[in-house]
């Protein structure tokens, strides 16, 4: 199968295209750039995650247990960690390996005069069973309209929102005095955590429209389907969900954290990362409601007592946030191709428009 390091590779070999119409519709689909050979402008070359040369196979919790401690444990020689940590298992499991009195941050979206997620109790929780210091990371819309354009000119493209939270909470503790920032990302998209994906046998078309966050058509002027990304994942009209998200799903979550840490000059560590499943997913478990079964069974070893909690994702209200955005004013967007999208779809036609407008100055 060809993968995502084979391209870079062979990227490295040639010269980049600049492909604006490619590179948007990709974007609005994907949230990354899917073809590495291809860029918005000359001399702006998107910097994507270059995945891990080695991962680490895991055949049960307990193997994946030791090597989450030994990744910590080894990173906490002679460095300063933190951890970024929600109100879920996934960081909850690193909480328990991190150096007693680490610091722990929790990013709350603050929406004024009203009462958004907020998994700030949750993990003041696991921060005290763990002897970690807890301490917030208020995140506010005016971070995103200050901060989107510093990551995008790092990335070279445009950002998933995340990025701005991420990237304020590594300033912090850039400040505080942190070297390395530890996150549980990956762990879903490893050991079935995404269960919305994997809840069925898909067929390519369904598949197709499920995974895609925008179908361009319904935005750009100028569009077109990207489905090679699809298309490798093909087996006789369908798609396995977790070989997809594997790859593709993956390699685009990284170089979300991965942007916001660099950018902050930070050092990023994902445990979860740089591992693999060594045995074959069990469907039937995930889709009787088992979901990320490895996962668990180490918080239940780690937190006898504790009710697993629902799983939530990186909080950010942005229905609310971009309830009044009237859609994108340039020429390359359709007028009113936002008005029944959600927030999460409306900011990636925002993002998009601002990035086009950052490079057109």
Request: net charge negative; with cysteine; charged share 25%.
């Amino acid at each position: 199968m060809r993968t995502w390091q084979n391209e870079q590779e062979e990227v490295g070999r040639k010269e980049m295209i600049v492909d604006n119409r490619y590179c948007a519709s990709s974007f609005l689909m994907f949230r990354s750039i899917e073809d590495p050979a291809r860029m918005f402008r000359g001399g702006i070359r998107p910097a994507l995650f270059r995945d891990y040369a080695y991962r680490t196979p895991v055949h049960d919790s307990e193997e994946l247990a030791a090597h989450l401690q030994e990744t910590i444990q080894k990173e906490a020689k002679g460095r300063r960690l933190a951890l970024a940590l929600s109100g879920g298992i996934d960081s909850a499991i690193l909480a328990r390996y991190m150096p007693e009195g680490s610091i722990a941050y929790t990013f709350k979206c603050v929406v004024p005069g009203m009462e958004v997620t907020d998994e700030s109790g949750a993990a003041a929780v696991y921060a005290k069973e763990c002897g970690l210091e807890h301490r917030i990371v208020e995140v506010y819309w005016e971070d995103f309209e200050a901060l989107s354009e510093t990551l995008m000119k790092h990335k070279g493209a445009p950002i998933h929102s995340i990025e701005v939270q991420i990237y304020k909470a590594a300033l912090q503790a850039k400040k505080d005095g942190i070297e390395t920032l530890v996150f549980g990302e990956n762990a879903d998209v490893i050991y079935g955590g995404m269960n919305g994906l994997l809840s069925q046998d898909w067929l390519i078309g369904d598949f197709i429209n499920r995974y895609s966050y925008v179908l361009p058509y319904m935005v750009l002027r100028d569009y077109e389907l990207v489905l090679e990304p699809f298309r490798r994942f093909e087996k006789e009209g369908h798609i396995d969900g977790h070989e997809f998200v594997s790859e593709i799903f993956r390699m685009e979550a990284m170089g979300t954290y991965s942007n916001a840490t660099a950018t902050a000059g930070m050092k990023l560590l994902c445990p979860y990362a740089d591992t693999v499943m060594a045995i074959p997913m069990d469907y039937q478990r995930i889709r009787s409601g088992d979901t990320k079964y490895l996962v668990r069974e180490v918080f239940r070893k780690l937190y006898p007592g504790f009710t697993v909690p629902p799983k939530t994702p990186m909080p950010r209200p942005m229905d609310e946030w971009l309830k009044n955005w009237g859609g994108p004013v340039r020429e390359e967007f359709w007028p009113h191709c936002t008005d029944t999208m959600t927030g999460d779809q409306k900011w990636l036609v925002w993002i998009l428009e601002k990035y086009f407008d950052m490079v057109s100055k």
